[in-house]
């Protein structure tokens, strides 16, 4: 594996901070997350970010087909050089955002569900997450690597500052375990903080909504005011509750409304989402 300095710089290319681009230095660490992913060689994996393609050779040489998507396609250019070096051909080039990408197309076309990996961009990596949510009919498995304090805040338990939105969005829907810590000097450009390689397994929900996505709608807003009650964060959001209606379903769901979103488990946001859910059709949360 060239090294990212060396090789960009031959290129005449820099790192695109607006992009989160911070690319892995040394093979080995590579290697340990496509070992510790437990790829089989009936994969077809998407890889996001596939920047220089320090993670999408190793991949390669397992799984049975890698889309390495990156929306740079200045860097697309030279991975399509090194794939051609290690004669690979079950690497297909895509350049586009990942925000956009249609998996479930993908997944049809190939016959299988996907399992997507990568260093998710700092700046978007809660929007994938999200995105990645919303399509894991098809996505069986996510492996990627987070800034550490976001894969501290998506694996925390209710009660504390770092439970949030996309921790309870998470929960309902995934089981998550931590595959290693990957140092900030593993990088180049250096990231400020160390990163995290998690593994993101999708379920059926153990306590379904009735409607998911009011469900994350109702998560939304319970946390876009975290600092107030309940109650009141739910009548000051997007829904639009009268604080009779925010104040009735909340009782109607066996909850405090003075409680906090960061204190409720996610059968209570079920809960509370199907008696948002239930109230009729003249209702202003629509």
């Given at each position: 594996?060239?090294?990212?300095?060396?090789?960009?710089?031959?290129?005449?290319?820099?790192?695109?901070?607006?992009?989160?681009?911070?690319?892995?230095?040394?093979?080995?660490?590579?290697?340990?997350?496509?070992?510790?992913?437990?790829?089989?060689?009936?994969?077809?994996?998407?890889?996001?970010?596939?920047?220089?393609?320090?993670l999408t050779i190793p991949l390669a040489h397992i799984a049975k087909k890698v889309y390495a998507v990156d929306?740079?396609?200045?860097?697309?250019?030279?991975?399509?050089?090194?794939?051609?070096?290690?004669?690979?051909?079950?690497?297909?080039?895509?350049?586009?955002?990942?925000?956009?990408?249609?998996?479930?197309?993908?997944a049809a076309d190939e016959g299988t569900s996907l399992l997507v990996m990568g260093n998710l961009p700092y700046?978007?990596?809660?929007?994938?997450?999200?995105?990645?949510?919303?399509?894991?009919?098809?996505?069986?498995?996510?492996?990627?690597?987070?800034?550490?304090?976001?894969?501290?805040?998506?694996?925390?338990?209710?009660?504390?500052?770092?439970?949030?939105?996309?921790?309870?969005?998470?929960?309902?829907?995934?089981?998550?375990?931590?595959?290693?810590i990957i140092k900030s000097g593993q990088f180049f450009p250096r990231p400020k903080i160390d990163s995290e390689?998690?593994?993101?397994?999708?379920?059926?929900?153990?306590?379904?909504?009735?409607?998911?996505?009011?469900?994350?709608?109702?998560?939304?807003?319970?946390?876009?005011?975290?600092?107030?009650?309940?109650?009141?964060?739910?009548?000051?959001?997007?829904?639009?509750?009268?604080?009779?209606?925010?104040?009735?379903?909340?009782?109607?769901?066996?909850?405090?409304?003075?409680?906090?979103?960061?204190?409720?488990?996610?059968?209570?946001?079920?809960?509370?989402?199907?008696?948002?859910?239930?109230?009729?059709?003249?209702?202003?949360?629509?």
């Amino acid at each position: 594996m060239t090294s990212p300095r060396i090789l960009l710089a031959a290129y005449d290319l820099h790192p695109k901070k607006q992009l989160g681009q911070n690319f892995l230095c040394d093979p080995s660490v590579a290697q340990m997350i496509a070992d510790r992913a437990g790829i089989c060689p009936d994969d077809v994996i998407i890889e996001i970010g596939a920047g220089l393609g320090a993670l999408t050779i190793p991949l390669a040489h397992i799984a049975k087909k890698v889309y390495a998507v990156d929306k740079d396609a200045a860097l697309l250019g030279i991975l399509k050089t090194e794939i051609a070096i290690h004669s690979l051909s079950n690497v297909l080039l895509l350049e586009k955002d990942i925000l956009k990408l249609d998996f479930c197309t993908i997944a049809a076309d190939e016959g299988t569900s996907l399992l997507v990996m990568g260093n998710l961009p700092y700046n978007i990596s809660s929007q994938i997450l999200i995105h990645l949510m919303t399509a894991r009919s098809c996505i069986r498995r996510a492996v990627v690597m987070l800034q550490r304090e976001l894969a501290e805040r998506i694996t925390a338990r209710p009660g504390g500052k770092d439970y949030g939105r996309i921790t309870a969005m998470l929960r309902y829907c995934s089981d998550i375990r931590s595959l290693g810590i990957i140092k900030s000097g593993q990088f180049f450009p250096r990231p400020k903080i160390d990163s995290e390689v998690v593994d993101i397994r999708f379920r059926a929900p153990l306590y379904p909504a009735e409607d998911e996505s009011l469900l994350f709608r109702v998560i939304k807003a319970a946390f876009g005011q975290r600092r107030k009650t309940l109650r009141n964060a739910l009548i000051g959001s997007e829904l639009h509750l009268l604080p009779q209606q925010a104040q009735a379903v909340l009782e109607q769901a066996d909850i405090d409304p003075m409680r906090r979103a960061e204190t409720l488990e996610i059968d209570e946001f079920v809960r509370l989402s199907d008696q948002v859910s239930a109230l009729p059709e003249t209702g202003s949360y629509c």
